[in-house]
């Protein structure tokens, strides 16, 4: 095996790794989109544990946590470091249209998706409207 030694490359490389990590919380990617009467929002949480992750709404805020830790042992000498580990936080600001209490959540490969219905109320309906000229029937409106 080759191996080069660059000791200013590494500090540099270092030093950005610092000055990253102590400037950004930690990223939680997400994808969302609508199909049908529902959202479904795909949350990349790669290497957390399912036991780790945390739901709440609260007020109409969908706050989600979950935690990587390291795999590396407590007394191991760590070589390289680059996954972040830590705690991954993200809220999201839902709408009246939604259905709160019905959110299902699965966790599979590293992708935590949830499936937000939509409320009743907020579905289309139609209404039936009355009147015209005698012997007419009545007309359908969609709201």
Do not use: C, W
């Amino acid at each position: 095996m080759l191996m080069r030694a660059d000791a200013f490359r590494d500090f540099d490389r270092l030093g950005r790794h610092l000055l990253e990590t102590a400037a950004r919380p930690a990223v939680m990617p997400m994808d969302a989109y609508r199909t049908g009467e529902e959202f479904v929002v795909h949350f990349d949480l790669p290497g957390a544990d399912p036991e780790s992750i945390d739901l709440d709404v609260e007020r109409n805020v969908l706050t989600v946590r979950a935690e990587r830790r390291s795999p590396a042992p407590r007394d191991a000498e760590v070589v390289a470091s680059e996954r972040p580990a830590g705690t991954y936080t993200r809220r999201l600001l839902l709408g009246d249209s939604l259905d709160v209490e019905r959110i299902e959540a699965s966790y599979d490969a590293g992708v935590l998706t949830l499936r937000l219905p939509l409320a009743e109320k907020a579905k289309p309906r139609r209404i039936k409207v009355n009147g015209g000229p005698a012997g007419a029937a009545p007309r359908q409106i969609t709201a």
